[in-house]
């Protein structure tokens, strides 16, 4: 396989964007359809707005049986298109990505979980039902956050109605 990644242009045509240069850990279609993929490093979610492109790639691929057994390992990064950075924020985390919630450092401010991400209108977004956040507190990664947030989340689950929503824009 290839590390670039490419932009789909009328008619039929593909434009490359990024290239994410895995060196030795990049992996060949061959054994990526049927070889060992251990060690190797897979793209996993890319979610691209106007300033930032978030960025999860495993090392293994992601299964059931290997995340029982600690095989598969989740990177979570972002690239600034302004700056032309690449960071991580997390590093060879075995929190798959629906588990894997980020602490707001911003005051009443709700965590971010990159898998409730979509994008619209160019820009970042999460956005938070009162069944969305009722499953929030339900999922494994609500322990991982502070109890400020955790109960910030609770809060506002009791508070919020059922036709309403919360939508937080990642700028």
């Known amino acids: 396989m290839n590390d670039t990644v490419y932009r789909m242009a ?3 045509r593909l434009i490359p964007a990024y290239v994410l240069n895995f060196g030795p850990y990049r992996i060949d279609v061959q054994t990526y359809l049927y070889g060992n993929q251990s060690g190797k490093l897979l793209a996993y979610t890319w979610k691209e707005s106007d300033r930032y492109v978030l960025f999860v790639y495993t090392q293994g691929r992601d299964t059931h049986d290997n995340r029982e057994k600690g095989l598969v390992q989740f990177f979570y990064s ?5 700056s032309r950075q690449f960071y991580h924020f997390s590093e060879g985390s075995t929190i798959p990505e629906q588990e894997f919630f980020m602490e707001n450092p911003l005051p009443d401010a709700l965590p ?3 898998s ?3 994008i619209q209108d160019s820009q970042l977004q999460v956005c938070y039902s009162k ?3 009722e499953a929030i507190c339900k ?3 609500f322990a991982s956050l502070s109890p400020e947030q955790q109960n910030k989340l609770k809060t506002l689950q009791n508070e919020l109605d059922d036709s309403e929503v919360l939508i937080m824009i990642l700028e």
């Open 116 to 118: 409730h991400a979509e």
């Open 112 to 114: 971010f979980i990159l």
């Open 131 to 133: 069944k969305r956040l």
């Open 139 to 141: 999922n494994k990664g």
């Open 10 to 12: 009328a008619p039929n």
């Open 78 to 82: 972002y690239f600034d298109k302004k």
